[in-house]
């Protein structure tokens, strides 16, 4: 499931390889990934013969700036990934759900095995009242705080547990099981820790940690456990290879060597060093 680096890396390689570029013609496979329009017509209205200024993240949405003025926001989900696709009229596989060609020759494309991503273009406007933008949570990369901004937020929530808030997206924005499990270790605190219980300088070391190890990771680009964890140019991220707890049950911890150990949490599988984490 892409998190917040992988997400970040796509919106850098869609800068580089889709901004400027004039889009010629949209094929959306259903109705529903692009289900805030009521037909793929107009969604393709609203693309065809525009191009993108430039691409923001926003939350875990990565969002075009169309020369219309409108926005073309995508949603990975927890499955999807964009692929640059070069040259002539590129063959869709069976989990794409969304070709846009270019006026130049190639293309970038959806896929999506299971289905859980959606695109669509809306005004500046509508964008700003969603939901899940109205009440994001801090993003540590694009608009970072005080750390002591980020221990108030925290605290707002004393009896949570850190694995938990660090999950909840109306806190930090796109960490998931992956990341949540890497800066708790990178600040060296347990995940069943509530945030009332956290000094001033444990609030400061997680917030410390999260930035670290997402601006470590963006660098690596990205975790990959299946095939289709790949960017846009169909290569894996390598940062699954430096991860420090995440899927290492029992091996041993790169900071104390003491096997690493995995809980059930919230239905999911946490991991661990109980020796370097309090
Ligand atoms: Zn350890």
Redesign the pocket.
């Known amino acids: 499931m892409p998190e917040l680096p992988e997400i970040e890396v796509t919106r850098r390689d869609m800068e580089r390889e889709v901004s400027g570029k004039k889009f010629k013609a949209v094929e959306a496979a259903d109705k529903k990934l692009i289900a805030p329009h009521k037909t793929k017509a107009e969604f393709a209205k609203r693309i065809e013969g525009h191009k993108v200024k430039s691409f923001e993240r926003r939350g875990t949405y990565i969002v075009g700036k169309l020369d219309s003025g409108e926005l073309w926001v995508i949603d990975l989900g927890t499955s999807g990934r964009m692929q640059r696709v070069k040259g002539g009229k590129p063959a869709a596989d069976a989990s794409t759900r969304c070709t846009i060609t270019f006026t130049t020759g190639g293309a970038i494309r959806l896929n999506d095995p299971k289905g859980t991503s959606r695109t669509w273009v809306i005004t500046k406007d509508e964008f700003e009242e969603l939901p899940e933008i109205a009440e994001a949570g801090i993003d540590p990369l694009e608009t970072p705080v005080p750390w002591q901004t980020f221990g108030q937020v925290l605290l707002a929530n004393p009896k949570s547990k850190l694995k938990a808030l660090l999950q909840n997206p109306k806190i930090v924005t796109g960490l998931g099981p992956v990341y949540s499990d890497e800066v708790l ?1 990178n600040a060296g605190l347990l995940y069943d820790r509530t945030s009332d219980t956290l000094s001033a300088h444990e609030v400061r070391r997680l917030y410390r940690g999260m930035v670290e190890t997402l601006t470590d990771a963006i660098k690596y680009r990205g975790v990959s456990y299946d095939e289709n964890d790949v960017d846009i140019y169909g290569e894996p991220g390598e940062y699954s290879q430096y991860v420090q707890v995440y899927l290492r049950t029992g091996e041993p ?6 096997p ?1 150990e995995r809980v059930k949490f919230q239905k999911r599988y946490h991991y661990y ?5 309090s």
Do not use: L, T
Not at 253 to 258: D, G, Q, T, V
Not at 273 to 277: E, I, L, R, S, V
């Open positions: 270790f911890c790169r900071r104390c060597r003491a690493i060093c109980a020796n370097c984490q």
